[in-house]
């Protein structure tokens, strides 16, 4: 007799190739083509692996001007990105130190530091010379990885965020920050912040909301979807924060 089939064997939910998401969550048939004056470039840890409620691919399908890349380390921002930079000051990165607009009193959604982390005189011109942006997308401990092994970021101009409101992600996954947000999110803010585009956001945003819509769908029928638990004795990244 034949054994029954084992229920823990069942055949691999499809992925797309596009946002590489399970296809029960993808929303690639939504997204909104955005012309965008600023570039993004958007660095993934290797391990960052939160193929349900991750966002680098999704920010990434709706740009031209959108560069993904996965790995630990790039000798400089040229070769990040697969092309010739002049200037790498004009590329602004959302630094992960300690500095926090609320305790800097600054009123800006988007703020310049200086490289003692104080907020930088002339904003509006720092600010205003800027050509693209670079995001580090895992969580909190992978993102400070990537900004250690990459030395060329100190070329960079240091922006932080000052978000309005909480991360979308709400009890889907705690941040340990109020102003910790999702990579999409604070693409959202600072791309709309600087090309001074509300429609920015408000499509990145629409996005985000579509994703957290159909993950809270699938999720009662389809648990593996969840992420999971980190393993007993092992550190939870994943109650850290996203870059």
């Not at 050509?131 to 580090?136: A, D, T």
């Not at 941040?175 to 429609?199: F, N, V, Y």
């Amino acid at each position: 007799m034949s054994n029954p089939p084992d229920p823990a064997a069942a055949e691999p939910i499809p992925e797309c190739p596009h946002c590489q998401k399970p296809m029960p969550l993808c929303i690639c048939d939504s997204i909104t083509p955005i012309e965008n004056r600023l570039s993004l470039l958007i660095l993934q840890h290797p391990q960052e692996q939160d193929r349900a409620l991750g966002t680098a691919r999704l920010l990434a399908g709706h740009f031209a001007k959108a560069t993904v890349r996965v790995g630990l380390s790039w000798p400089s921002l040229s070769k990040a990105l697969g092309h010739h930079v002049e200037n790498a000051s004009h590329w602004a990165v959302l630094y992960l130190g300690s500095a926090r607009a609320a305790d800097l009193e600054a009123a800006a959604e988007i703020v310049a530091l200086n490289r003692k982390g104080e907020v930088a005189d002339n904003q509006r011109a720092i600010l205003g010379k800027l050509e693209g942006i670079v995001l580090l997308d895992g969580t909190w401990s992978q993102a400070k990885a990537l900004w250690w092994r990459n030395p060329w970021m100190l070329k960079c101009q240091r922006v932080i965020l000052n978000p309005a409101h909480p991360s979308r992600y709400g009890r889907l996954r705690k941040e340990p920050r109020k102003d910790g947000l999702s990579t999409i999110e604070a693409a959202a803010t600072i791309l709309a912040g600087l090309e001074r585009r509300p429609d920015i956001a408000e499509t990145l945003n629409a996005s985000f909301e579509r994703l957290l819509t159909r993950y809270r769908e699938v999720q009662a029928e389809m648990p593996e979807l969840a992420p999971k638990p980190a393993p007993k004795g092992r550190r939870d990244f994943r109650r850290r924060k996203r870059a």
